[in-house]
C-alpha cells in the first residue's frame, strides 16, 4: 500500500496542477498524511529550477497550515479523530512514548527535527503539540522555521547543482538529517541532564 501512494504522489508532479497538489500533499503531511511533500517537490523543483523557491514557499506555508491543523486535532479531538489516524499508521506507541517523554523543551525539539528530518514524523508532533497544549504562537514559528529550512535549503541545493544533486538528496540527505536530528536530541538530553 505504501509503495502505491508513495508512486501516486510522484506522478502527481507532472500534472499541470501539481502545484496545487503540493499544497495539498504538505498540508495533510503535517497532520494525517505518511506520504513526506518531498516526493512531489523535489521531480517539480528539478523539472522547473526557475520556480523552486516558489515551490519551497507553498510547501513550507502549506505544511505549516496542516500542522495547525495536527495542533488543533490534538487540542480538541484527540480520543474522537487523531487517536484512530496515529492507529491507522501504527504510530499510537511512539506518540504515547513521546507524550511521556518530556516537558515543553523536549516538545519543541521534535517540532524542529520532525520538521527538518521527520524524525519522529512530523504529524505525529503536531498532534503532540496539540495534546500538551503547547503555545500555539511557538508551534507556529517553531514549523515555519523548521519547514521553511527544510524546504528552502532543497530548493538551494536543487539551485545551485540541478540534476546532479537529486541522486544525493534522495539517497543521503534524509540520513545527514537524521543524523544532524540525532544530534540535536542527544545535546538535549545531555543538557538536561547534566543540569
Known sequence: ????????????????????????IAFVESSVFLVPADVLYLPMALARPDRAYRYALVATVASVLGGIAGWFLGYYAYESLAKPVLEFYGKLDEFEALRTSGGFGFILLMLVTSGVAHLPPIK????LSGVMHVNIWVFILSAIVARGARFFFLAWLLRTYGEP???????????????GAAALILLYVAVRYAI
Not at 1 to 24: G, I, N, Q
Not at 124 to 127: D, G, L, Q, S, Y
Not at 165 to 179: N, P, Q, T, V
Request: charge should be positive; aromatic fraction near 14%; glycine fraction near 4%.
Open 1 to 24: 500500500m505504501l509503495r502505491k501512494l508513495y508512486d501516486w504522489t510522484l506522478s502527481l508532479a507532472a500534472r499541470k496542477s501539481a502545484e496545487w497538489w503540493l499544497a495539498f
Open 124 to 127: 505525529v508532533v503536531t498532534i
Open 165 to 179: 544533486i537529486r541522486h544525493f538528496i534522495e539517497k543521503r540527505l534524509g540520513m545527514i538529517a537524521a543524523g
